[in-house]
């Protein structure tokens, strides 16, 4: 007889922006190419445009990063700052800290961790960049234990 020990953890369920859009049915989602710009919402119109041009991990990044605009009310153009702040909070929903982690275990390079974790590469940057030290500590603590197991 065979005995499975079932361990309880804390799982995040993904993020999905196409459903949260979904949801929204006070936002229409256009597609149209405006160079240099992957993503923009408009809140007069409330109109939500994303460049057709776009690859699906970069879509599902550009629509986070513009559904946290719709969310706290952005009107206009941001500010560098308010931008970070929203690449922060779009990299937050989309990589948990425990898939950063299992990334961070295969790889260091950004491309490789990008694709792994099913965003593009200015996510993963973003999702490093606002790391606590308190979370860096966890997350080092975390990949020499797994590390030292292997």
């Known amino acids: 007889m065979t005995v499975l020990s079932v361990v309880a953890c804390r799982?995040?369920?993904?993020?999905?922006?196409?459903?949260?859009?979904?949801?929204r049915t006070?936002?229409?989602?256009?597609w149209h190419a405006t160079p240099g710009r992957l993503g923009s919402w408009c809140e007069r119109t409330r109109t939500l445009?994303?460049?057709?041009?776009?690859?699906?991990?970069?879509?599902?990044?550009?629509?986070?990063?513009?559904?946290?605009?719709?969310?706290?009310?952005h009107r206009g153009p941001c500010t560098g700052p308010v931008e970070r702040r929203v690449s922060a909070e779009a990299a937050r929903r989309l990589v948990?800290?425990?898939?950063?982690?299992?990334?961070?275990?295969?790889?260091r390079d950004e491309q490789e961790l990008a694709d792994?974790?099913?965003v593009d590469v200015a996510t993963v940057r973003a999702r490093?960049?606002?790391?606590?030290?308190?979370?860096k500590a966890d997350i080092d603590g975390r990949l020499w234990a797994r590390e030292d197991a292997a």
């Open 11 to 23: 799982v995040r369920p993904m993020w999905h922006p196409w459903r949260a859009l979904a949801r």
């Open 26 to 30: 006070d936002i229409t989602l256009r």
């Open 49 to 73: 445009t994303l460049h057709p041009d776009q690859g699906q991990a970069e879509r599902r990044c550009t629509l986070t990063h513009e559904l946290v605009h719709v969310e706290r009310g």
């Open 96 to 107: 948990s800290d425990e898939e950063l982690v299992e990334a961070l275990l295969w790889s």
């Open 116 to 118: 792994e974790l099913w």
């Open 128 to 135: 490093l960049a606002d790391l606590t030290e308190a979370e």
